[in-house]
């Protein structure tokens, strides 16, 4: 995978004058950030909205990030039938709930997975967990409408 490279195939990202406020959610929020969460669950979530959306370029990359913190190949491709196993947490598993119902935004679904929240994680962690969903969602959508479009074999 170190041999994938990127090419933006609709419009330079740089040009809507947001980089520097998106670099600034995802220095917060990001991958790299320090969260009260755990990491692993973070990154987990990541990878599901990536792949709800679908975004090569984000996928890629938090794949790659999943399995740095841990994460094993196994869980990493049986993430989208999490509801059908047992390799994830109950906290994991309330957390996709979430995640999914925040990403593909159903009403219904972000008040009952909500509830469930509650149940399992204090407000912070809560508000933590809307705020790296959110964020991906703006990653992948950004990645997807400027065309982030993955090559190999570039030198």
């Known amino acids: 995978m ?5 090419l933006t195939t609709r419009f330079d990202p740089e040009l809507a004058g947001v980089s520097d406020i998106f670099a600034q ?5 990001g991958y790299t950030a320090t ?9 987990l979530l990541r990878l599901r ?9 984000c996928l890629i990359l938090h794949t790659r990030a999943t399995a740095d913190v841990g994460v094993s190949a196994a869980e990493i491709a049986h993430l989208p039938s999490w509801r ?14 979430y995640t999914e119902a925040l990403t593909v935004f159903d009403q219904q679904g972000v ?4 509830e469930r929240m509650t149940e399992l994680f204090d407000e912070r962690g809560i ?7 959110i964020n991906m969602n703006l990653w992948t959508r950004w990645k997807l ?11």
């Open 145 to 155: 409408a400027q065309g982030a479009t993955p090559v190999t074999g570039l030198s």
């Open 25 to 29: 959610l995802a220095a917060a929020v």
């Open 84 to 97: 059908e196993s047992t390799m994830f947490s109950e906290q994991e598993q309330a957390a996709l709930a």
């Open 111 to 114: 008040a009952a997975a909500h």
């Open 49 to 57: 909205v990536a792949q709800l959306n679908p975004c090569s370029y």
């Open 2 to 6: 170190d041999d994938v490279h990127y």
């Open 35 to 43: 969260l009260s969460i755990d990491r692993r669950l973070a990154q």
């Open 127 to 133: 508000a933590e967990i809307a705020a790296v969903v």
